[in-house]
């Protein structure tokens, strides 16, 4: 466990026993948006190269020609050129299917996501899905990395992707940390239902034909969604979120 996290823990604690919540739940929101920080930035941390070991003056016949290298430079030249640009890659879609970018307006605000309309069931969906993304992720990510469409596809299932962007928090993370998004009827959590009212009214489909699922900050997302709106899902998949509140 990191040091700083631990301290602000162990904080939390005395003030808890002081009966100094409000203080205490400072403390721990702190916390976490550090540790949800230094999580998301790890693998950029793991391409820093290490710092060298002094050394001794050459001679300039013995001189190391890449000496001078910026270490970006240096990281980036070792890497395979395909990895060198990162280029977002939309999921395969069957013969038939429908994988169609929209942006969903409401009183709360509005979002841009992706919805995947089988080709088994294109027109009368047997149910839908919200599906919310992790920091640095995209809809496009999270489609690829659930292979949720191809579950969707064998099931006559909607797939909504709801985006998350640099905009709203800047590692794109659903701000679940935020009290004003922990509750019904405003922030985040009342966007998200405004979308799923929508598409639940395009496609006919009552609550026991609606989930919602995320991972990371979209798995704290998903929490809040299913204990603020149980009027609107009649189950929630979470992984590796953290409950609301």
């Known amino acids: 466990m990191k040091t700083p996290f631990a301290a602000a823990l162990r904080r939390a604690n005395r003030w808890m026993r002081s009966a100094k919540l409000a203080k205490a ?3 721990f929101h702190a916390a976490m948006t550090g540790l949800a920080v230094t999580s998301a ?3 950029l941390t793991a391409l820093q190269p290490k710092t060298a070991k002094p050394r001794k003056a050459m001679s300039k016949k013995t001189a190391n020609p890449g000496e001078g290298i910026k270490p970006v430079r240096a990281v980036r030249a070792l890497l395979p050129k395909a990895t060198r640009r990162v280029v977002a890659v939309a999921p395969r879609i069957p013969p038939g299917a429908q994988y169609l970018t929209r942006r969903h307006r409401s009183t709360a605000g509005s979002r841009s996501y992706r919805l995947y309309l ?4 294109p027109q009368r969906p047997k149910g839908l899905i919200l599906m919310l993304h992790g920091c640095n992720q995209t809809p496009d990510d999270f489609a690829l990395g659930t292979h949720m469409n191809a579950l969707a ?6 797939v909504a992707y709801p985006a998350q962007t640099g905009g709203q928090n800047a590692a794109s993370c659903w701000n679940w940390f935020k009290p004003a998004n922990q509750a019904r009827g405003a922030g985040e959590p009342a966007i998200l239902a405004a979308l799923t009212r929508k598409l639940m009214k395009d496609f006919g489909l009552g609550r026991d034909a609606v989930f919602v699922a995320g ?5 704290a997302m998903a929490a809040i969604l299913a204990d603020v709106y149980p009027d609107l899902f009649s189950a929630a998949g979470v992984h590796s979120g953290l409950a609301r509140g």
Request: glycine share 14%; net charge positive.
């Open 215 to 219: 991972l990371s900050a979209g798995g």
């Open 118 to 121: 089988p080709a088994s069931q």
């Open 25 to 27: 739940t400072r403390s």
């Open 41 to 43: 930035l790890a693998p």
């Open 153 to 158: 596809e064998k099931h006559g299932l909607a």
